[in-house]
């Protein structure tokens, strides 16, 4: 069983985090090919690119500009711990211990539209790059087609069964389906909201993040467990699931 989800736009570089050791991503090569043509980016054409203001693509510029390899220790940040956002509150990663993060680095991994695929000791520089970006560059006219099918074998080559799909659908996207060789199991988060259930996504965000903690901190091995997960009030609900999607409440 494997856990997908996707990065978070906010990012914390700053803070020092001891872990039990770091990894770098398998598809490093292939995130500076992308750098060197991002380099050439002016900040307009970055703004525009990325539909953004004027300040954060100044900023999207100089970590451009800034990023080098190697990655170690003082110029880069284990991803868990980099990214910030409703996911990464969910999922808490400072309060993990040795244990979890080893599960976690296993079972867990996060679509990225610069690194392709990262597990969470997996070393990251600052960046801000969303796989829906329409980036043209020398293997295609969007990050789609730069990372083809590439994501997807490297998940294979992980060999799990399940693939417990908790990240956006833009960067769900990524995976070719066809090629997967994997079930995908969808948790789906729903509120009630004025006597209805409504997938909120505020709320639903933090949930795949709170998901993504219940199985690394509960070492879950067996799917059918998922449907215990009960944490900020969620609860399984059969009657609303498919085999394929399954649908929690609260």
């Known amino acids: 069983m494997h856990i997908l989800i996707s990065p978070a736009k906010t990012l914390d570089m700053d803070a020092t985090i001891v872990v039990p050791k770091t990894t770098l991503s398998p598809f490093e090569k292939d995130a500076a090919v992308l750098i060197r043509d991002l380099k050439h980016l002016k900040i307009t054409e970055i703004q525009i690119l990325m539909k953004v203001s004027p300040k954060i693509a100044e900023l999207s510029a100089e970590r451009f500009n800034n990023w080098k390899l190697p990655f170690n220790l003082s110029n880069a940040k284990a991803a868990i711990y980099a990214f910030k956002g409703d996911v990464y509150r969910g999922i808490d990663a400072v309060s993990l211990s040795k244990n979890d993060l080893i599960f976690a680095q296993e079972r867990l991994s996060i679509l990225s539209g610069l690194y392709g695929l990262l597990r969470p000791l997996d070393l990251i520089q600052a960046y801000r790059l969303e796989m829906g970006t329409k980036f043209i ?50 948790p789906i988060f729903k509120d009630e909201k004025n006597g209805t259930l409504k997938i909120i996504s505020i709320y639903a965000k933090k949930a795949r993040g709170m998901m993504t903690r219940f199985i690394i901190q509960n070492h879950i091995t067996n799917v059918e467990d998922i449907k215990n997960f009960n944490l900020g009030d969620y609860a399984f609900s059969e009657a609303l699931s498919t085999d394929k999607e399954w649908v929690f409440t609260r």
Not at 151 to 176: C, G, P, V, W
């Open 137 to 186: 560059n020398k293997r295609g006219k969007n990050l789609y087609e730069f990372w083809e099918n590439k994501i997807t074998y490297e998940i294979n080559n992980r060999e799990q069964e399940y693939i417990i799909n908790l990240a956006s659908n833009e960067y769900f996207k990524t995976i070719n389906k066809k090629l997967l060789q994997a079930e995908i199991i969808t």
